[in-house]
C-alpha cells in the first residue's frame, strides 16, 4: 500500500550481509543473501533471494520466493514461500499469505499466517497489525501469535515509526521496538520459548538513481540465554 503509482517499473538486485554477536559464550550469527525484486506494475511485484544462513556453528541453505497483487485500489494480498535442503537451524518448509487494506485517512490494516516447519516441530504465526501515515511517517504497530502443538503459544509485539525523505520520498530511516514471548529454534533442544526484547534501526539512502545503501543495526535480548548484538 505505500507503493506510490507514479514509481515507473524497476528491477533491484540486493547484496546483503548480516553479522550479530552473542553475549554468554554463544557463536556469532551470519546471514548473507542475494536478493532480486521486480515492479512489474503500481503495488505488483515478485521477489526471489538465496540466503546462506549460520548459526551456532552450523550452516544452512534457505531459498524463497513471494508475489504481491492488487486486489482492489485499496487492497493487496501477497504469498511467499521459503525452504530448505539442510534445515537444521532455519524451518525446512515455511509459507505464509498477508492482506494489506487502506480504510481511508491514512490508515492501513494488515493482517496474515504463516507456517514453519522444523524437524523438531511445527509453527503457526497469526499476524495483525495497523499503520498510519502521516505525511512523511509512518508510525505501525505489530502483534504476533505463535502457535505450537501442545507446547502452547507465545505473544509479541512491535511498534515502528519510520520517516521518508529525499526525492519521490525514497529514503527512509526508522525505529522499531519490540516485546514479548518468543519462539525459538536451539538445535542443542528443541522449539521453546523465551522472553524477547529488542530495539533497532534501519534504514535505505539512495546514492543515485542505480546505487543504495540499505542498513540495519540492533539489539535483541533472548530472555536469559543470550543478547544479539549487530
Do not use: K
Request: without cysteine; glycine residues 12%.
Amino acid at each position: 500500500p505505500s507503493i506510490s503509482s507514479a514509481h515507473p517499473p524497476r528491477t533491484e538486485a540486493r547484496l546483503a550481509l548480516q553479522m550479530e554477536g552473542l553475549s554468554n559464550g554463544q557463536g556469532d550469527w551470519q546471514d548473507a543473501s542475494f536478493e532480486i525484486t521486480s515492479e512489474t506494475a503500481p503495488r505488483r511485484r515478485w521477489h526471489a533471494a538465496y540466503h546462506d544462513v549460520r548459526r551456532f556453528s552450523l550452516r544452512d541453505d534457505q531459498f524463497g520466493a513471494g508475489y504481491v497483487h492488487p486486489l482492489s485500489s485499496r487492497v493487496t494480498v501477497s504469498v511467499d514461500g521459503q525452504g530448505s535442503v539442510s534445515h537444521r537451524i532455519v524451518p525446512r518448509l515455511q509459507v505464509g499469505g498477508r492482506v494489506d487494506a487502506g480504510v481511508g485517512g491514512g490508515w492501513v490494516l494488515n493482517t496474515g499466517l504463516s507456517e514453519r516447519r522444523y524437524q523438531t516441530g511445527t509453527v503457526r504465526i497469526l499476524h495483525a497489525g495497523i499503520d498510519r501515515y502521516v505525511g512523511s511517517l509512518r508510525l505501525a504497530y505489530s502483534s504476533y501469535s505463535a502457535f505450537v502443538a501442545d507446547r502452547g503459544h507465545s505473544l509479541s509485539h512491535a511498534a515502528t515509526i519510520d520517516h521518508s525523505y529525499g526525492t519521490g520520498e525514497a529514503n527512509l530511516v526508522g525505529l522499531t521496538v519490540s516485546a514479548g514471548r518468543e519462539l525459538e529454534q536451539d538445535v542443542r533442544t528443541a522449539l521453546r520459548v523465551s522472553r524477547i526484547r529488542a530495539v533497532s534501526v534501519r534504514g535505505r539512502h539512495w546514492l543515485g538513481s542505480r546505487i543504495g545503501v540499505f542498513y540495519t543495526i540492533g539489539v535483541h535480548e533472548q530472555g536469559s540465554l543470550y543478547t544479539r548484538r549487530g
